[in-house]
C-alpha cells in the first residue's frame, strides 16, 4: 500500500521560507511515469495545486506561484522537498503531497497545517 | 482564482441521486481525462474517478463520471450520509502546463 506523509514546520513567519518533505513508501520515483505532487488547501478553501516532480526529474510548477517554489527530489531517500519563499498569511492552509500515476494523484499524505503569523 | 467552475453545493434526501458538473474549456477538459476527488469532512482528499468514468477498485458503482466536450459531471446514486463530503474536479491544462482543481461542491444529504 502507497503511503506517503508530510513534514515540517507548523508556524513561520512573515517573509520566511517554508521547506516540507515528503517521504513516502512502497513507490520509487525512479518507476517511469510516477511523480510526486503537492497541493496546498487554506482553511474553508478549495484545493490548489502547487507543483509536481516526475520521475525523470522534468518539473512542473503553478504559473501563480511558480517565482516562489521549488521541487526536488532524493530517490535514495523516498522524498521530495517543496520549498516555497517569502511566506505571507495568505499561505497558511494545509499542504498534501500525492502521489501521481498516469491516471490522476491516487494516494494522498495526510496533510500538515502550515500557519503563517509573526 | 479555479479554471474549472463547479456549482457550490448540491443536496437531496438519502437514496436520491445528486450530480455535480464542471466546467473548463479546450485547454484542459476537453482533452484530457478528468478525475474527481472525494474530500470527507477533516481528512485527505481520496482518488475517485479517473480517466473521465472509471472506479478505482474499492469505489462502489454508486459513483460515476461522464465528459462532454469542455464539462464534466460526477454522479451520486443512493445518496448515504458517509457521501457528504467537499468534490473536486481535476484535470491537466495544456495552457498553464499546470494540474487544475475545480472550484469544489459540496453534497449535503438532507
Known amino acids: 500500500q502507497i503511503t506517503l506523509k508530510e513534514s515540517g514546520p507548523t508556524l513561520v513567519k512573515p517573509a520566511q521560507t517554508l521547506t516540507l518533505t515528503c517521504t513516502f513508501s512502497?513507490?520509487?520515483?525512479?518507476?517511469?511515469?510516477?511523480?510526486v505532487a503537492w497541493i496546498r488547501q487554506p482553511p474553508g478553501k478549495a484545493l490548489e495545486w502547487l507543483a509536481l516532480?516526475?520521475?525523470?526529474?522534468?518539473?512542473r510548477y503553478s504559473p501563480s506561484l511558480k517565482s516562489r517554489l521549488t521541487i526536488t527530489k532524493d530517490t535514495s531517500k523516498n522524498q521530495v522537498v517543496l520549498t516555497m519563499t517569502n511566506m505571507d498569511p495568505v499561505d497558511t492552509a494545509t499542504y498534501y503531497c500525492?502521489?501521481?500515476?498516469?491516471?490522476?494523484?491516487?494516494?494522498w499524505g495526510q496533510g500538515t497545517l502550515v500557519t503563517v503569523s509573526s | 482564482q479555479s479554471v474549472l467552475t463547479q456549482p457550490p453545493s448540491v443536496s437531496a434526501a438519502p437514496g436520491q441521486k445528486v450530480t455535480i458538473s464542471c466546467s473548463g474549456s479546450?485547454?484542459?477538459?476537453?482533452?484530457?481525462?478528468v478525475c474527481w476527488y472525494q474530500q470527507l469532512p477533516g481528512t485527505a482528499p481520496k482518488f475517485l474517478i479517473y480517466?473521465?468514468?472509471k472506479r478505482p477498485s474499492g469505489i462502489p458503482d454508486r459513483f460515476s463520471g461522464s465528459k462532454s466536450g469542455t464539462s464534466a459531471t460526477l454522479g451520486i446514486t443512493g445518496l448515504q450520509t458517509g457521501d457528504e463530503a467537499d468534490y473536486y474536479c481535476?484535470?491537466?491544462?495544456?495552457?498553464?502546463?499546470?494540474?487544475?482543481f475545480g472550484t469544489g461542491t459540496k453534497v449535503t444529504v438532507l
Open positions: 512502497e513507490f520509487s520515483l525512479d518507476t517511469s511515469g510516477v511523480g
Open positions: 479546450s485547454s484542459n477538459i476537453e482533452n484530457n481525462y
Open positions: 481535476g484535470t491537466w491544462d495544456n495552457s498553464l502546463s499546470a494540474y487544475v
Open positions: 516532480i516526475y520521475w525523470d526529474d522534468d518539473k
Open positions: 500525492a502521489h501521481r500515476a498516469t491516471i490522476g494523484l491516487d494516494y
Open positions: 480517466d473521465n468514468n
